[in-house]
């Protein structure tokens, strides 16, 4: 019985779904030693779950009877709306397997994407009118338990963005006078606030983005990465923060970048040399990223009159900005 399966005893699901049947193509023996005997590629009893995995992060996945897991890669997405809608799709889908579960997220999630692309990826996970489906889908209403559990796990490590909800306010899935205390309460977006604040951000960036564009060209780093799209955020951060009535734009480039690319140094260590531990090769690389910065900073305020920068130069701009960092990020972000 699924109720007494050892996995689900230790991670309670947040939300499970209804029994369903549909063609299984490649269970995932990675997630538990059940029995693995069962042929590949029969159709199977599948209930959907989603629930919080040893790292605290938001899986979405299904078990068959007999208690075997179905799992597979979420990408970087914890928006357990779109989660949700996942479960809701997998009855029509072809076949399951440890697969489909990222593209069925690109799928649901409510960001801008191509049409084109889309229906390309429907066309291949569900057989028939597979836009009639979508649509179903996309416009059914959001569970209470699961805005609930939105709005609860904000008091946690693995606190889920509350612009889900604001996206969902805005399809009409979710009813802002059936929540006002609590949305009230947790500082919910309206969609005409968060359009305000995303105009203020666009406008932010694009006074920004030749300083962008020049120390993206200066450390020869990929302008579409993480690291430059955070580096891009925390220019806004800053300036909401009142920082251009002391610093410069270069200055404050030079530590949104230095915040925005150590973002992304975790995931860059995948593996350290032999000589190094993980922790060594994290913090060289951090030191690395605070030089660039520095060096980019000293360079623009020579460039014009064509001068060479110096040890020296660097040394001061690295102190410069572990000064205005300690002062604009009193949260804990290191610059060492």
């Known amino acids: 019985m699924l109720k007494d399966n050892p996995f689900l005893k230790m991670h309670p699901p947040i939300y499970m779904g209804e029994p369903f049947r549909v063609h299984v193509t490649a269970p995932n023996p990675f997630w538990h030693e059940s029995d693995q005997t069962k042929p590949k590629g029969e159709m199977s009893n599948l209930t959907a779950v989603i629930f919080r995995d040893f790292d605290d992060?938001?899986?979405?996945?299904?078990?068959m009877d007999d208690g075997l897991g179905i799992f597979g890669p979420c990408g970087r997405y914890n928006d357990i709306i779109a989660m949700w809608r996942v479960t809701e799709l997998m009855p029509y889908c072809?076949?399951?397997?440890q697969h489909i579960y990222s593209h069925l997220l690109s799928a649901v999630v409510r960001e801008k994407q191509s049409k084109e692309r889309?229906?390309?990826?429907?066309?291949?996970?569900i057989p028939g009118d597979y836009e009639s489906i979508y649509r179903s889908i996309m416009a059914k209403k959001v569970p209470q338990e699961i805005v609930q559990f939105v709005l609860?796990?904000?008091?946690?490590l693995s606190a889920i963005n509350l612009i889900v909800i604001t996206e969902e306010l805005r399809a009409g899935t979710i009813v802002w006078n059936e929540w006002d205390e609590a949305f009230t309460?947790?500082?919910?977006?309206?969609?005409d606030q968060a359009d305000e604040i995303q105009n203020r951000r666009n406008d932010t960036v694009a006074r920004y983005q030749k300083h962008i564009d020049n120390y993206v060209k200066f450390v020869k780093t990929d302008p579409r990465g993480l690291g430059i799209s955070?580096?891009?955020?925390?220019?806004?951060?800053l300036v909401e923060r009142g920082i251009e009535k002391e610093y410069s734009a270069t200055e404050v480039s030079a530590l949104a970048a230095v915040v925005g690319l150590l973002t992304t140094v975790s995931d860059t260590v995948i593996m350290a040399p032999d000589h190094y531990t993980r922790d060594e090769a994290e913090n060289e690389m951090r030191n690395t990223l605070i030089l660039d910065a520095a060096a980019w900073l000293a360079n623009q305020e020579k460039k014009w009159w064509k001068l060479r920068i110096s040890n020296e130069d660097?040394?001061?701009k690295v102190a410069k900005l572990e000064a205005i960092g300690v002062k604009y990020y009193l949260s804990?972000?290191?610059f060492e």
């Open 57 to 63: 992060q938001y899986i979405v996945g299904a078990y």
């Open 94 to 97: 072809a076949s399951i397997n």
């Open 118 to 125: 889309l229906n390309i990826l429907l066309r291949a996970l």
């Open 152 to 156: 609860d796990s904000q008091e946690s």
């Open 185 to 191: 309460a947790a500082k919910v977006l309206r969609p």
């Open 230 to 237: 955070v580096m891009a955020d925390q220019i806004v951060y």
């Open 314 to 316: 660097i040394r001061i």
């Open 332 to 334: 804990g972000t290191e």
